[in-house]
């Protein structure tokens, strides 16, 4: 790759230089720009008609030119309004009052290496924008859109603050990791990876992933446009077969400097509790089940031993500002997050500063630049994923048997024999787990505007991550791996990205009814990812952390080890034409080739076309005249995209080296490896009618994914059990996406808004005939090995394979169907039906808006009730209340079946917000509001876990799982005080 | 026009055409086989194929709980909410597995693993002695995969990996282990000169004596044969083990303590464990510490999983006098109260102290169990196996519950030499020399000697000596008893004298065959 070549090229680019306008000037003219409610419009663009020369109106709506006496017109714009023509003759002061314009329509989309108008789209997009955010505490961007675009479901992976959330576009179509879509930011897409070390200390388990937007803070963003189907996924090839997530920050806009200051509290607390037994209770469930042992005479609640109210302080400080030619945005936040578990939490600090200036007379070059810095300190709990008999945190906790106290007399921890239950609240004390990462996102974009049609942009952007995770269970715990000696770890990762790109853009109106948009570029990324572990048992004293003293175990105690994953490259060609006919017609085709460094040396490049049409009716003569509809259109598209999330390296062979020297081939090669395709038909309906009013879109979608990239079993003897291949059979996803939105009420004082989207999917692998794949491992004592979900020819993946529970037999042990020796292919994970619902009402200054979500048609696996507390830990340990007297054997053995299937479906009330905007204060504060936020206000389930919406990752052999609830840690229920204002 | 054709053409060509770059991955913390070639040495790849036989042979999951829970010997019990496991316990017990048990799954790979990783030092230039261990290696894993399933898969060094290898039937896996075994056996180290865990003489000869032993069954498992011929080649061998010098040793356990490098005058092949040796290998591979997690209960100490039994019947086999049955073990009673051997009864602490169960109630171990634990007994029964004495010293600084002890695990032993000795010449019709043999280690043991020798009493003798050593399922079958209903197996089907090949190797390697009866 010629790095130097692309610069000599932007070099020469920029020799070309255009001449600009020279203007005689000679009167002037001011005059204010408002709104239709007289609300001054600060940075509107007032133009003079004909020419390229304008200013801005300040902040008090007010600007003031300098004109050619030949010159009549003014136009005047702002994002949002319509644009006007003002004719000034002979004027010399003006008021111009803007009508809001049908947003719908005239926003700016961003569609990947561009932007278009909206009526110009021809794909699935949905774009949702910074006041249509989720309101309350959110730790990365994922849940600020979630339950607000139909088509796409995010669910927080557990309560832990910054978390890892499951998020699908149009359901699941791969059948091992790597699901989630493609986030580009600012223009840069991201490494799906983030540099978290994972680690497992203490036989405690894995803990669960972080989510790699954390880095995002959330008030820097201006929206979020989701890229959902074929046909607008396509410009990003190889990587867009999930969907696409473009996230746009906040940028300045020209005009006075401003600056903006938020700050909220929050106070969160758990949002459900498991019914577990209390001491009163647990007494007489042992005289009930005529049991001797067990009761230790006190009174003791483990979750309340672990559990405290959470206080999270989130400020934020934004400065912007510039002019036609310069301009900025500079952010500072900070949020401290305390989970609702003891020492959890998470600390973020956030910078970012972006701008945009022009350089030459004629403007014509430019360079975006944009830098997001970010710090987090993530605070974790023993909370993990795979958790074996000993259990994890929430596991111990809801465990502990309540008649045990859980401090001495003296004050100290009650602290048991090895091998016997762990005392949450010790557990708590003992373990000692930072995870810090420090990101760097940063890009930097010029652009030479050669005239009116052509645009060449580049951008190089280097995304650098480093993390470092410090970990240690102090001594005194009695987990058989720790006690007596103590264990820690030290882990370390980096990951490294860099991107370079450039693009020419061609946009000419041919004639009056013809206009042409072409773009074509080339893209280079290249990605690294590499760490070290160091850990070590047997430690003198835990009064010093033993991440400060890892010298102190004695060597042959200390583990030693490294890696550096394959760096993968992916270099890129695409290229993309729409035509506009008269407003009427809009055809879009776009064309990606991907070489990937991954792909095998057979298949070194996958190719990605899609086209799309839309027809916008209401342009049509026909349809002139009607009243009825003020927009309808339809949308057609086709287009194949692609996923190469599996293991770089996994194509060629790989000789490792192990401890004490030992090497070995690590893998089985596959040079045939490619990506895995998926070819997706949409079509489409945007409509609005009374006045706009109503307006609504419906999709349906048709994706078939084939060439399955799949971790399948080696043919033996070979050096690993698995290898990499692109599995014959195909994932077929098709479903219904309906979005209305509707101004119910609008009056001059009152507005009444409503917004509800609901999805209806349907998923099935086809054409499989290969052996079943296992996965959705279920841990716990007793059930080693289980699995309880199947990838099988003809189900949804993920289909639930387990026993058929019957009942309880006389002697009170389970009957299951066929005695238990057959396994049956039962219901799924895969909701069938998704549903959000938004509404806003605004009364004079007050606003009160509300949102929430749910999922219908699918079931949770609760194997927090399998294994954390069955029937038989009564005597010893802690049970689920609802167990007591259902004629279960205290001996009966709690194997995984459909007995732990639960139905999901739930409504949940996300968030309530009331705002009082009290507007501007005095000549100093300007846009004040305060606002109280209800976030988790409550959940309609029947599901019996601490929270439907979960997903304890039980992948086996990296396929994954979904629908799995393993004493995770739980939902928080927050309310949250803030205030805003800007000076 | 043309010229702006021509102008617009230049522009996209400088600003978009780059040079595409060659994609090459670059490997990070691993090499291309080609640098592998000239960086990496034989003896390397020789310490990974080493490495492989703890997941298949080590851990309580693998090839050893297929060869001794299937058996008489041992039972891994449902006690309640804990060891159900999917069933996979009770399964191997009763007879009932089918192909998606997943440690016959496991296993399948596991011993695969091995053969693949010895075969590869051959592709890396060893010397003879090298290639001989590798080839050793691999012998010992087509063994183990011809025992337990019948057929073997079989690649040559350079196959490769994404087309199916050819499988191995019993008499062509027999043939090729026969020759290799015979071939190698000139290269590899003198004994005792060479330490018991690196591929030596006596542990190829140890090997071609179980395959001349078990070749009849592995022809035929329902009615099993034994050429004269073979049975001399045993009596051979036997004597040229022997000439190394092995003695049985006083202390039966010492073969198996912290210390069985120096200790043991028995063991002809072992694999070295302890710090830095078993924390390194295969994840989730477990060294032989788990032989005695998984018996022991959580209030003994070292605290254990509370798992494995051996059954009444065969506690019964045993003269009270046997010191097999174990007792006190210096370094371990005294230290813990645990006794060696088979634990039956009240358990005590160092002090004498009695244990207590998890509620408080004196720990008795019972004579008897069942499938399913009940009651009162569901942490309590089961007679208990300690075989490998606890490491307390080595884990001293870690964890007495961690994956470090020292113990090495004892895969071929000089009793065992003498008993397949004993068994040739008793079906050569030499039931006299046979006796002698069998007598030579009951008296060494404590045990009455024996009046006469029948196959019978061989098979219940080989039982004692070798329990929960691996050897007891092939022993049954080629004593054509492994059918026979025994405890808590009441009935069975000649289809389990073979586990079936896993469903998912099936369908990947078109030329294996199911089983029959699968």
Redesign the interface.
């Given at each position: 790759m010629n790095k130097l070549r692309l610069f000599k090229n932007l070099f020469l680019c920029t020799l070309l230089l255009i001449q600009g306008f020279v203007m005689a000037q000679n009167r002037t003219i001011t005059g204010k720009v408002t709104d239709s409610q007289g609300a001054a419009i600060p940075g509107a663009t007032i133009q003079i008609k004909g020419t390229k020369s304008g200013t801005t109106a300040d902040a008090d709506g007010n600007f003031k030119l300098s004109l050619p006496t030949s010159a009549n017109t003014l136009i005047i714009s702002f994002m949002g309004q319509k644009t006007q023509e003002v004719n000034v003759a002979n004027q010399t002061t003006v008021n111009i009052k803007l009508e809001a314009e049908n947003t719908t329509l005239t926003d700016v989309v961003v569609v990947g290496y561009g932007t278009t108008r909206k009526k110009d789209i021809t794909g699935a997009i949905a774009q949702v924008k910074a006041g249509d955010f989720n309101k309350g505490i959110t730790t990365a961007p994922d849940q600020l859109i979630q339950g607000k675009v139909s088509g796409l479901m995010v669910v927080n992976n557990s309560g832990a603050p910054g978390a890892a959330t499951t998020v699908r576009i149009r359901g699941v179509s791969s059948v091992r990791s790597g699901n989630q879509p493609l986030y580009v930011v600012d223009g840069v897409p991201l490494d799906g990876r983030v540099a978290r070390p994972s680690l497992n200390v203490g036989g405690l388990g894995q803990t669960p992933d972080a989510n790699p937007l954390n880095f995002i803070n959330s008030s820097d963003i201006a929206s979020m446009d989701i890229l959902k189907d074929a046909s607008a996924t396509a410009i990003y090839g190889s990587r867009g077969a999930n969907g696409v997530i473009i996230i746009s920050t906040k940028k300045g806009t020209p005009g006075p400097t401003r600056l903006d200051v938020n700050y909220s509290i929050g106070m969160s607390n758990i949002m459900k509790r498991l019914n577990v037994l209390d001491a009163d209770e647990y007494r007489a469930a042992l005289k009930q089940y005529n049991l001797t042992g067990g009761d230790f005479g006190s009174s003791s609640n483990g979750m309340n031993s672990i559990l405290r109210t959470g206080i999270t302080h989130n400020v934020g400080v934004a400065m912007s500002g510039g002019n036609e030619t310069s301009r900025y945005r500079a952010s500072f936040g900070m949020q401290d997050q305390q989970g609702i578990v003891k020492k959890t939490g998470l600390k973020k600090y956030t910078a970012t500063l972006n701008g945009q200036n022009k350089f030459l007379d004629s403007k014509q070059l430019g360079i975006d630049y944009n830098i997001m810095a970010a710090q987090t300190t993530e605070q974790l709990a023993p909370i993990t994923n795979d958790a074996g008999f000993t259990g994890s945190l929430v596991g111990q906790a809801l465990q502990w048997n309540p008649t045990m106290p859980i401090y001495n007399a003296d004050g100290s921890l009650n602290i048991l024999p090895a091998g016997k239950a762990v005392n949450p609240a010790a557990m708590s004390e003992a373990y000692n787990d930072k995870a810090n990462i420090s990101y760097i996102l940063a890009s930097v974009s010029p652009f030479f505007k050669f005239n009116d049609n052509w645009e060449y942009r580049m951008t190089y952007s280097v995304n650098h991550q480093v993390g470092q995770r410090r970990t240690s269970v102090a001594s005194f715990i009695n987990l058989n791996d720790v006690i007596g000696k103590g264990s820690a770890a030290y882990n370390t990762a980096e990951l490294n990205t860099q991107l370079l790109n450039g693009f020419v853009t061609y946009n000419k109106q041919l004639n009056s009814s013809f206009n042409l948009n072409a773009m074509v570029g080339y893209e280079y990324q290249k990605f690294n990812y590499s760490g070290v572990n160091v850990n070590a048992v047997g430690f003198p004293t835990y009064a010093i952390d033993y991440t400060d003293i890892l010298q102190a175990p004695a060597q042959a105690n200390t583990h030693l080890s490294s890696f550096r994953n394959p760096s993968s490259e992916l270099q890129s060609f695409f290229g993309r034409v729409t035509l506009n006919l008269k407003d009427r017609y809009i055809f879009t085709g776009t064309m990606r080739a991907d070489g990937s460094s991954k792909f095998g040396s057979n298949n070194k490049y996958g190719y990605f076309p899609s086209f799309a049409a839309s027809w916008n009716i209401t342009k049509e003569e026909f349809m002139k005249g009607g009243t009825f509809f003020d927009n309808l259109a339809l949308r057609v598209g086709y287009g194949v995209t692609g996923n190469q999330e599996f293991p770089a390296g996994a194509s060629q062979a790989q000789y490792g080296i192990g401890s004490g020297g030992s090497a070995s081939l690590i893998n089985v090669a596959n040079p045939d490896l490619k990506w895995e395709t998926s070819k997706q038909f949409n079509a489409g309906v945007d409509f609005s009618i009374l006045n706009n009013r109503l307006s609504g879109t419906v999709d349906y979608f048709y994706k078939n994914t084939t060439n399955l990239l799949f971790s399948f079993p080696a043919i033996q003897p070979a050096p690993a059990s698995n290898y990499w291949i692109n599995l014959p059979g195909k994932v077929v996803n098709n479903g219904v996406e309906v979005a209305l939105k509707g101004v119910i009420i609008n009056n001059k004082d009152f507005t009444w808004n409503m917004g509800v989207n609901g999805t209806f999917l349907h998923n099935e692998l086809k054409g499989y005939s290969g052996p079943p794949v296992i996965t959705g491992a279920i841990n716990g004592q007793g059930v080693s090995g289980a699995t309880s979900q199947r990838l099988a020819n003809g189900y949804p993946l993920n289909t639930f394979y387990l026993r058929k529970f019957i009942g309880f037999d006389d002697k009170g042990q389970s009957v299951y169907a066929d005695n238990g020796e057959k396994l049956y292919y039962l219901t799924n994970p895969n909701p069938k039906v998704l549903l959000g619902v938004n509404t806003e009402l605004i009364y004079k200054k007050w606003s009160l808006a509300a949102s929430g979500h749910g999922a219908f048609g699918f079931q949770v696996y609760n194997n927090t009730a399998n294994t954390v507390l069955p029937i038989g830990n009564l005597g010893s340990v802690n049970i689920a209340k609802s167990l007591l007297g259902n004629g279960e054997a205290l001996t009966n053995a709690p194997s995984a079946s459909s007995r732990y299937l639960e139905n999901g479906s739930f409504f949940k009330l996300d968030n309530v917000t009331l705002t009082y905007n009290i507007g501007n204060v005095g000549k100093v504060l300007k846009n004040a509001a305060v606002y109280v936020t209800g976030q988790n206000l409550f959940v309609i389930t029947k599901y019996t876990g601490f929270d439907p919406e979960v997903n304890t990752d039980k992948n086996v052999n990296g396929v994954t799982s979904f629908g799995i609830e393993y004493s995770p840690y739980p939902t928080a229920r927050t309310f949250m005080f803030g205030l805003l204002f800007s000076l | 026009m043309t010229y702006n054709i021509f102008r617009?053409a230049l522009?996209?060509a400088?600003?978009?055409?780059?040079?595409?770059?060659s994609?090459?991955?670059?490997?990070?913390?691993?090499?291309?086989?080609k640098?592998?070639d000239s960086i990496?040495k034989a003896p390397?790849?020789l310490?990974?194929a080493y490495?492989n036989l703890q997941y298949a042979y080590q851990d309580f999951?693998q090839t050893w709980g297929m060869s001794e829970m299937s058996t008489d010997e041992a039972l891994g019990p449902?006690?309640?909410?804990?060891?159900?496991?999917?069933?996979?316990w009770r399964e191997l017990h009763e007879h009932?597995w089918?192909p998606d048990h997943?440690?016959i799954n496991n296993s399948?790979?596991g011993l695969?693993?091995l053969?693949?990783?010895a075969?590869?030092v051959l592709n890396f230039r060893p010397n003879p002695g090298q290639e001989a261990e590798a080839r050793f290696l691999r012998a010992l894993s087509i063994f183990s995969v011809l025992d337990l399933y019948g057929q073997v898969?079989?690649?040559n060094p350079t196959d490769t990996?994404?087309?199916?290898?050819k499988v191995m039937k019993p008499a062509e896996a027999i043939e090729f282990m026969k020759s290799e075994l015979t071939a190698v056996t000139p290269n590899l180290g003198n004994m005792p000169a060479t330490q018991a865990y690196v591929a030596n003489k006596d542990a190829a000869r140890f090997l071609l004596m179980k395959l001349y032993l078990n070749k009849g069954a592995f022809l035929n498992r329902q009615a099993p044969t034994f050429d004269a011929a073979d049975m001399q080649e045993i009596i051979k061998l036997a004597d040229q083990i022997t000439a190394s010098g092995y003695k049985l040793a006083d202390n039966y356990y010492d073969n198996f303590a912290r210390d069985n490098d120096v200790k043991s005058t028995e063991n002809i092949f072992t694999q070295q464990n302890g710090?830095?040796f078993s924390?390194?290998r295969l994840p989730s591979a477990n060294n032989v510490f788990c032989r005695w997690m998984c018996t022991l209960h959580?209030?003994q100490r070292?605290?254990?999983?509370n798992g494995f039994t051996t059954l009444s019947d065969f506690y019964d086999k045993y003269e009270p006098t046997d010191k097999r049955l174990g007792g006190f073990y210096s370094g371990v009673t005294d230290t813990s109260g645990l006794k060696v051997g088979f634990l039956i009864g009240q358990q005590y602490d160092q002090n004498g102290n009695k244990i207590l169960d998890?509620?408080?109630?004196p720990l008795i171990f019972t004579r008897e169990v069942q499938l399913?634990?009940?009651?009162d007994q569901?942490e309590m029964s089961g007679i208990r196996v300690v075989k490998y004495p606890p490491d307390f010293l080595t884990t001293k600084?870690?964890?007495?519950?961690?994956n470090d002890a020292s113990n090495d695990f004892v895969f071929f032993r000089y009793a065992d030499v003498l008993l397949m000795k004993a068994e040739a010449l008793l079906r050569t019709g030499n039931a006299p020399a046979a006796l002698l043999l069998v007598n030579q280690i009951r008296l060494k043991r404590g045990a009455t000697p024996l009046a006469a020798l029948d196959l019978n009493s061989l098979l219940d003798e080989r039982g004692r000596e070798l329990y929960w050593e691996g050897w007891r399922r092939q022993d049954l079958i080629r004593f054509g008893k492994f059918l026979q209903p025994w405890q808590l197996k009441p009935t069975d089907d000649p289809k389990y004298l073979l586990f079936p090949i896993p469903?998912?190797?099936?369908?990947?390697?078109k030329n294996l065959v199911q089983n029959p009866g699968y």
């Open positions: - | 617009s522009v996209v400088a600003c978009v055409g780059f040079t595409a770059c994609l090459n991955e670059k490997l990070g913390d691993a090499l291309v086989r640098d592998a990496i390397q790849l310490q990974n490495n999951s449902t006690r309640g909410k804990d060891w159900d496991d999917n069933g996979v009932k089918t997943a440690h399948f790979k695969l693993l053969q693949f990783s075969t590869n898969p079989f690649r990996l994404l087309n199916a290898p710090p830095g924390t390194s959580y209030s070292p605290s254990g999983w998890r509620s408080g109630r399913r634990a009940t009651g569901v600084s870690t964890s007495e519950n961690g469903t998912s190797d099936l369908a990947v390697n």
